[in-house]
């Protein structure tokens, strides 16, 4: 199991910018696909964006996408969600997840390993 790290939630007003970072274990190294989760109140967690092992390929969630940007740094073993644009119904615990199965982290599937979650508030 990998463990995992989350940084950077905090509250920011509609329309404004946050970066969230991920840096994982030494045992995930760049043999995991990387990716973020969130879980809104009274809603299920759901999948936000997700990238490969090493080709980079790169998935996100319909209400995201042209919003997040997500990226890798196999040598800092880290992963970072770039969010733009922020909506009020962006607001959520992100989770940060690992697995070696791309399409896991894709399906939401039985992943392996997540972080402890940071707080996103996007409010006026």
């Known amino acids: 199991q990998v463990h995992l790290v989350e940084s950077g939630g905090c509250s920011v007003q509609p329309g404004g910018s946050l970066r969230l970072s991920c840096t994982a274990s030494?045992?995930?190294?760049?043999?995991?696909?990387l990716g973020w989760f969130r879980h809104a109140p009274g809603k299920a967690r759901v999948g936000v964006s997700c990238?490969?092992?090493?080709?980079?390929?790169?998935y996100y969630a319909d209400s995201v996408e042209g919003r997040f940007t997500i990226s890798r740094d196999n040598a800092k073993r880290s992963v970072t969600l770039q969010m733009n644009s922020l909506k009020p119904e962006d607001t959520a615990v992100y989770y940060c997840?690992?697995?070696?199965?791309?399409?896991?982290?894709?399906?939401?599937?039985?992943?392996?390993?997540w972080g402890q979650g940071t707080q996103v508030t996007v409010s006026s």
């Open positions: 990238i490969s092992r090493s080709d980079g390929e790169t």
């Open positions: 997840a690992a697995d070696p199965s791309y399409i896991s982290l894709v399906a939401g599937f039985d992943i392996r390993s």
């Open positions: 030494a045992s995930a190294s760049d043999d995991h696909a």
